[in-house]
């Protein structure tokens, strides 16, 4: 069985618990009692959180009748807080274990697929057929608990179709005390024959008071502009507030301002952060390009509005334009760089020649 990497799993694992804005879900999903249910909403609002914290209640050893499950006390609760509850198994991307913990959540278990990664190649963004056939396994065996055996895939959408195949087959005849909890971002991307055989419960994005406020609650300082540029998800908000992460975009803020630096240097400068990431940043900016030249308020860097009035001033909106969208295209084979380095300089070469900088 995969295990969650050294250096990923928390040092405190606690039991993970729905977001305050999935109350109303959460007490929907909860009455539900269904064995298959799909959990859908953006990405970075606790959707990972909430399927987790659903796998807690259903391994949960308290009464059925007991006024809280997960009752945090029992055997289940304390083995699903430790990460290594025998009758729990969570399927994601490869891709998902190789980011070091990025999105982890409390109580992380084991998870399908961390360690089938290919020896040279970069981890898979998707979901395979090979992380779904030991499910077939386990739906033979009897719970080690003597209770459900649960099955969270995180994200439903990044199976490809093989993989759905093998899954639909398992959904179609739920094996006894067998449950799934998938979650998806973008529906459409599930296959429809998967989403005919599960309950869906929709996870709602929080208003941004709520958001704020949980963020400050959570230690993040400057919550307002953390939360802006995560595009309103609190949890990947928090996620990136880590100093190192704030320190790494300021340095490429820095580079993106128009600050007179050449593709060479912007390059060296925001080496640790990764090409990634910086084609994500810069996605974001030229989005917030677009909305300032059309006369609306940026969406990601409210607080940089000046700098983007100045910048998109002397760019016309179809030049900013076809930025975005050449900017974009390339997010289809970022992770798959044949040289990294030479891959961030052309990045900021596309943008600094756009803006007129280089």
């Not at 898979?124 to 459900?148: D, K, T, V, Y």
């Amino acid at each position: 069985m995969a295990r969650l990497p050294a250096s990923a799993a928390p040092e405190r694992p606690e039991m993970p618990t729905p977001m305050p804005w999935h109350r109303q879900a959460w007490e929907a999903a909860v009455r539900s009692g269904v064995p298959s249910m799909l959990l859908h909403g953006p990405a970075g609002i606790g959707e990972r959180r909430f399927a987790l914290a659903m796998a807690a209640h259903w391994l949960c050893e308290a009464p059925a009748e007991a006024p809280r499950r997960p009752c945090l006390e029992c055997p289940g609760c304390r083995l699903v807080e430790a990460g290594n509850h025998p009758d729990l198994r969570l399927i994601e991307p490869a891709s998902l274990a190789a980011d070091d913990g990025d999105g982890e959540e409390e109580g992380a278990e084991p998870r399908a697929g961390a360690d089938d990664k290919p020896k040279g190649k970069a981890p898979s963004q998707a979901i395979l057929i090979g992380q779904l056939r030991p499910l077939n396994e386990l739906a033979q065996l009897s719970s080690h608990r003597g209770g459900a055996r649960v099955v969270v895939i995180h994200p439903a959408d990044a199976m490809n179709v093989a993989a759905s195949n093998a899954l639909l087959k398992l959904l179609e005849e739920p094996p006894p005390g067998m449950r799934f909890l998938l979650v998806a971002h973008r529906l459409q991307r599930v296959s429809a024959t998967v989403l005919s055989r599960c309950m869906r419960v929709a996870l709602p994005r929080p208003g941004f008071d709520e958001a704020v406020g949980w963020l400050q609650a959570q230690g993040v300082g400057d919550a307002p502009t953390a939360l802006a540029l995560a595009g309103g998800a609190p949890q990947a908000a928090l996620d990136d507030a880590d100093p190192v992460r704030v320190a790494l975009h300021r340095a490429w803020l820095r580079c993106v301002s128009g600050g007179g630096t050449t593709a060479l240097a912007a390059a060296r400068e925001t080496k640790e952060a990764g090409a990634p990431q910086v084609l994500t940043w810069l996605v974001q900016w030229t989005h917030d390009l677009a909305r300032v030249k059309a006369g609306a308020r940026p969406r990601f860097h409210p607080a940089e509005a000046a700098t983007l009035q100045r910048l998109s001033a002397a760019m016309t909106l179809r030049a900013i334009t076809r930025l975005h969208r050449t900017l974009a295209q390339r997010q289809r084979w970022i992770r798959h760089p044949l040289n990294a380095q030479l891959t961030l300089e052309a990045l900021w070469l596309d943008y600094l020649q756009a803006t007129g900088a280089r």
